[in-house]
């Protein structure tokens, strides 16, 4: 492969290729220690001369890119010399100075990827070695990637996969800095310095377009941007273990300059990296007096300004800010007029609105106590809110779940009542205009109308519970007020079920309403005080009873009747049972207009088998006294032998907890031990088929639970999965009876322990042919 004059470089080239899937080969020969290298080393020395060739630089560089990519090992102390020297050159230098000036030519791609791959390749070296000329030089080429000109993704091809690399450097240098323990490695000041400048140059290069050429961009351009922003957000992220406060504090102060020169792409970018070290920052008090410097400056009133184009990019990273921050503002309270102030003046800008809208919820939420005197307020401007074009569906049911968050923090129902009924009262218009504009055939404003009712709604509900972290005297003995139970608090939830059920009975195709539906209801499902939506039950089985097979979403219906159950299991009064009898009925109507098969509409069979295993042990009584309950258990079966993974799941689910031993007594016993006795071969026998080889090996280990359960708890089960082995229609061959005899008396003896879903996977792979684990 030397290049000599008058050689054919074509004949090189092809040498080089050679060499190159013989190299691969012997990645693969010396991994299995099959091969030595020492033959092919040799030629490595040659390959690396082809380098500085110029018609043989590309297939060459790809050879070694390759080679660093898959094979590092391959490469001796001196082939890695001689790469250095090559990557430090002169020629090294002009081909990256190029692409800082946008020159991506297919040979500058190809010696950046060969540059990044040996960087993967020896990161440790680059990081540890400093004094290294070479490795220094290399790993300035490196930082110089991301100073390239054009947009990442878009224009530059290398920037993205240039921050991979330097992701990998800080993982290592964070690596390497917790495993030192105190004494920190003499080379990690000059390694965080470089980190340091990634993410100066990271800053550069995460700044928007300004708005004609962004508006230019395909989607995939968009996308490519995107990407290498949540990159660099993810390196931010990493490095602040590294770097610290500093970096919070160098961010902080790089955004106030950018304020005070009106920069205000600048400013976004900066305010973007501040956001990416929200979640890693503590409550140092450093952090606090920067952040203070900079929400006490003009930052909020600056992009209320109508008076000077700002990018609404600008404002959005702005408002993130405020979301992502908001435990700052629960703290220094001072800063929350002018904040609400820009969220509220940014409502009005449709590009803005949904933004705003969430950050004034997440405010909203995090300060509610502090808000409590400002809630008149609040309602004033919602209701100016309506007035205005961007009143949309998203915009509407945020504002409204933040002020809801406000009432939540009163701290006596009554005094909520008067707020409360007066966001009542504007949801009620969505609900009128949706009733107008059915009768008046306006089908787009009639389903948005119903839409943003029920949606406002489930944000209400969603905003009225107590918040995770509220205090709760377990001492306290005090009477729970009896305000949600009767007089204006009644009436009050009565409007609030009238105006769901309105809505719901007009749109019960539409899977947007039916969701806002069930949310509403489970909004009070998690709440242990009374309250506007803390419903009886018997609301929710009016909602599952009015729900036909054609009902949109019907299997989130079923989930919610699930959820009201498992919100009521220790309360077994006799609403509960009328309410579990009343959704037992129903499941069993469901199933016969389903023909009995689970195949049919497997989401709705599986959410119905999840009711009907909700029902065991609390419910059985009402499961006991359904009409045509066998529909039930014979849908179940069935389940077990379905396509679809979701109604075998559910359905073995199912009969793992309705076979295990409860203590029942009476007609519930007897039902119990009849169910058992007349299904259990059946239910046997179907497992049986599933691990004799028919079901997926990813279906084992839910299979595995009934077979556990049943063997554990039912005595009969021995002679159940005998018969079954030894059915005429047992679907493997490959097995003898001596096989299934060996792995019954092994699942026998497991009884229900952890290694019976070994023992079942192993029988699997033996009725698949292969080796029988425990045959004698």
Known sequence: MAITPGQDVKTTEEGVKCFQSWVMYAHRAWIDKALELQPLRPLTHLAIQALHHEDLFDVTVDLFTDVLINFSAFLTAGDLESLSTVLASTRARQ??????????????????????AYGDAFVQDLAKKVEDPLLSQIVHQLLELLRCEGYAGVEDEICAQAI??????TEFLIDSLFAAGEEKPVWMDMARQRVVEVIEASWVKVRMPAGELAASW?????????AFRADVRDLLQSSYTLLGVDIFEKLAQLALQSLESRAWLHLEATLFCLNALSDSISDEDSVDAMLCRLFGSSLFADMSSTGEPIPAKTRQTAMNMITEYTAFFERHVEYLPAMLNFLFESLKAPALAGVAAKAILSSCSSCRQNLIPELGAFLQQYEVLLTWATAEVYTKEKVIGGIAAIIQAIPRDEDKYGPLSTLIQFIDRDVSDCIKFMEASQAEKFQSSGICALKCLASMGKALQAPDDAF???????PQSAFWAEGQGASLQAKVVQMMETVTSLMRWNSDVVEAGCQILKSGYKESAPGLFVFPPEVTVDLVLASKLDTARLDYVLDTACAMLNRHVHEPETTIKSAASALMNNLLGIIHLMGGEPSSDPEVASSGIDLADKMVPHYLDCMMSAHNV???FDFTLKGLTAAEIMPKRTAAHFWATFVQNYEVSGDVAIFVGAVTQRYGPQLCHILVRNIGGEAARSE?????????KLVFAQPQAKVWLSNALSSEDFPSQKVGSTEKRVWL???????????TNAAVKDFWMACRGREFAYAS
């Open 95 to 116: 081909i990256v100075s190029g692409l800082k000036r946008g020159h991506y030519d297919t040979e500058a791609i190809s010696f950046a990827r060969f540059l990044l």
């Open 164 to 169: 991979e690399f330097w992701m990998t450097y």
């Open 218 to 226: 395909d989607s995939d351009a968009r996308a490519g941007f995107k």
């Open 472 to 478: 709760i005297d377990l001492d306290a003995d005090a």
């Open 630 to 632: 066998q529909r039930l």
């Open 700 to 708: 084992l280990d839910v299979l595995a639970e009934p077979l556990k």
């Open 745 to 755: 008396q092994k699942i026998l003896n497991l009884r229900g322990a952890k290694g």
